[in-house]
């Protein structure tokens, strides 16, 4: 008995003896890169790269001005983190086993819609960018783009520098727009020959994509795949491959880190990997009759599509249809009965409403939930026209 009692009293010491050494464990504090968005929105995911994080989620902690967000992984490497609703702009900490680190500062924005619109009035002739209250259709005046009424096109928001990037129609400059200094900026993009650039796309690390064309070639058979400096218009290749048909309507799909656009007329989707640099082709699932025309994706990464067909009074089709990229099935959303989107669509995950200009003057809007559409004239519909809408 005595002998049990000795072992159990050795036992508690070691015990207690362990407990105090991982007490007394000292852990390096986190070292951070510089974030790579200076601007994002509540709801946002945003991503932190450094060392010494924890592998536990929860033993992270990143606010933002002094309010927790959400951190859903987490590597000795990377924490990617949910901006939380009552975000304010300010610093980014990050906090791991009580050692606080200042990541940087961030703008943090409620969603806002930006329009291109098109001013034609007597002899003036302007190109814009406007925001518009999505709710309502009252715009505001960001910038004045150019005087000539040229277009900009394929526009997306660059969160990197808090801008609105395009392109002119040639595809041989880039446009850009700073949504907080209103400054405007041509930036000629480095080509030779009879080449352009269109369906620009941003992936989850703020890089900017394209797709290179070879216009000399009619059939348009090689395409590119490249990454640019948007500041001094330099492409970088990342793919040369052969496909048999335009690819359009370009969407990143944060899930599996692709580029999905539409191709062989809207009925296939074809897929670019950007960790394996691999290509891949799947139908979409009833096309045979109607056919894509736009990709979007909401806030939580889902891949949708509009589905339409006008050109036949009986037999009118416009539907939003939920798409799995990896098979091409789809699920119907709504089905418009008579009302049609055009030019791009946007999620607003605000109102958690579909949005797009409808015949370059009106606003229509649709819920996703309720399946309720709204349609508003747009304030200069007589002497103006919308197209290309771009968010944040």
């Keep these: 008995m005595k002998h049990k009692s000795l072992a159990l009293f050795v036992g508690a010491l070691l015990f207690f003896a362990a407990c105090k050494k991982d007490d007394d464990k000292t852990y390096e504090p986190p070292v ?19 060392s010494n994080f924890s592998t536990t989620a929860t033993e992270n902690t990143v606010e933002f001005n002094g309010v927790a967000g959400t951190v859903v992984s987490a590597s000795a490497t990377e924490i990617k983190v949910i901006i939380p609703a009552n975000a304010t702009s300010g610093s980014v900490t990050v906090t791991v086993h009580g050692n ?16 291109i619109k098109g001013v034609y009035s007597g002899n003036t002739s302007l190109r814009q960018l406007v925001s518009i209250n999505p709710e309502n259709g009252t715009e505001t005046l960001v910038a004045t783009i150019n005087e000539t009424g040229d277009k900009v096109e394929d526009a997306v928001y660059w969160p ?10 040639d595809g041989k ?7 907080t200094t209103k400054k405007v900026t041509k ?5 030779s020959g009879n080449i352009g650039f269109h ?26 795949v490249v990454k640019f400096d948007a500041k001094t218009g330099v492409p970088t290749t990342i793919k040369n491959f052969e496909f048999n048909d335009n690819w359009l ?20 989707l074809l897929k670019f990997n950007l960790t394996t640099k691999d290509t891949s082709s799947v139908a979409l699932a009833n096309t045979n009759v109607v056919e894509y025309r736009e990709l979007f994706t909401d806030d939580q990464g889902n891949l949708f599509g509009y589905k339409a067909n006008y050109s036949d009074p009986d037999n009118y089709v416009a539907q939003i249809q939920k798409l799995n990229a990896a098979n091409g099935q789809q699920s119907l959303v709504s089905d418009l009965k008579g009302a049609k989107f055009s030019d791009n669509l946007i999620y607003n995950p605000k109102l958690k409403e579909i949005v797009s200009v409808s015949d370059e003057v009106s606003l ?29």
């Design 160 to 169: 990197a520098t808090n801008e609105v990037i395009g392109r002119d129609e």
């Design 199 to 224: 369906d620009m796309v941003v992936d989850k690390n703020n890089t900017l994509y394209a797709v290179k064309l070879n216009y000399n070639d009619p059939n348009h058979l090689g395409q590119t």
């Design 32 to 50: 951070t890169e510089p974030l790579t968005a200076a601007a994002a929105k509540p709801g946002d995911t945003l991503i932190i790269k450094g």
């Design 249 to 268: 309507s370009l969407v990143y799909v944060a899930a599996s880190n692709e580029i999905v656009g539409l191709a062989g007329d809207g009925t296939r």
């Design 364 to 392: 229509y809007r649709l819920n996703i939930n309720t399946k309720a559409a709204t349609s508003i004239t747009l304030p200069d519909a007589n002497s103006a026209v919308y197209h290309t809408l771009i968010s944040n």
């Design 100 to 115: 606080k680190t200042e990541v940087g500062s961030i703008v943090i924005s409620q969603f806002t819609l930006y329009c």
């Design 187 to 191: 930036v000629p993009l480095v080509t």
């Design 173 to 179: 400059n880039f446009i850009t727009i700073n949504v």
